[in-house]
């Protein structure tokens, strides 16, 4: 059986799951979308991901595609009618079709939705957390709204295929005061040699993670210490962690930073603790 999507009310074999060419998303990145991780046939942290939607949508002034209702039930269509256990399921949605013209279309036209699934399988991520990745640092070249989550990603494409010629994974984004702001598609934290879990404060310089916000719940549980603060390339090399967050990261540890190590060299005891500990907490829907 093949992968099926759904565009606009429509659930297409993925060959034939299309949209116009004037599609708003496709003309501008006038959209935007969410990436929720399936755990088990369940949906890790649905509510979290769809409040940050509709907060996006409000920011750009889109119209919610469907109901709250009826988003919900769409997402478990595409992730059962492409049988997804473990992976994650994607939706998009822009401002709708109208011809090229820069200005909000008037009156505005229906926003366009497109929803998919695609399996993953967990063990690779498990491998990859047991080693550890490498991140390289590149400069923030975004726009001034990272934190709200378009589709206009192409600086982060252009730091991520940065990393992937340097043989490494995630590449560190660092504005013009030498401060982390996050990863080109993750969150960043490092660990003091205090112990201090050390993560940027949400402001508009970073996407507010859903990983990231259920992660700090699970530190807080465990009693552990964590500050929101914004910290430098230079501490982040002297930390004695470091690892990312994102929903089909989950917690992975950063073992090495423009080439030099991080800590040993290893995934740290924190890091790999958190990770193991995070489906504990995150919440599942089916």
Request: glycine share 8%; with cysteine.
């Amino acid at each position: 059986m093949g992968r099926i999507a759904y565009v606009n009310g429509l659930y297409l074999p993925h060959e034939q799951a299309m949209v116009h060419v004037e599609d708003r998303g496709y003309q501008f990145g006038d959209s935007v979308y969410e990436v929720c991780e399936i755990n088990a046939g369940a949906l890790i942290d649905e509510a979290r991901h769809l409040a940050r939607l509709k907060r996006s949508l409000g920011e750009l002034r889109i119209a919610m595609p469907l109901s709250e209702a009826a988003l919900p039930f769409v997402l478990r269509q595409v992730m059962r009618r492409n049988r997804v256990k473990d992976g994650y399921v994607y939706l998009q949605v822009t401002r709708g079709v109208a011809p090229r013209e820069h200005s909000f279309p008037t009156p505005a036209v229906r926003p366009s939705l497109v929803v998919t699934a695609r399996s993953i399988d967990p063990s690779k991520g498990a491998a990859a957390a047991e080693k550890g990745i490498a991140a390289i640092s590149q400069p923030d070249i975004r726009w001034g709204r990272p934190d709200i989550k378009t589709t206009d990603l192409l600086p982060n494409v252009l730091a991520r295929q940065a990393a992937k010629e340097k043989g490494a994974y995630e590449a560190w984004l660092i504005d013009a005061d030498g401060m982390v702001t996050e990863g080109a598609a993750t969150n960043a934290w490092i660990v003091d040699h205090n112990n201090v879990i050390v993560t940027r404060h949400v402001d508009n310089g970073i996407l507010s993670g859903v990983t990231r916000g259920t992660l700090l719940d699970l530190i807080r549980k465990e009693g552990l210490q964590v500050q929101e603060r914004r910290f430098s390339l230079a501490e982040a090399k002297e930390a004695r962690e470091a690892f990312i967050t994102g929903a089909t990261t989950l917690v992975m540890p950063v073992v090495s930073l423009d080439g030099e190590p991080v800590g040993d060299g290893r995934p740290g005891p924190l890091a790999t603790r958190l990770r193991a500990l995070f489906h504990k907490i995150a919440e599942r829907s089916v």
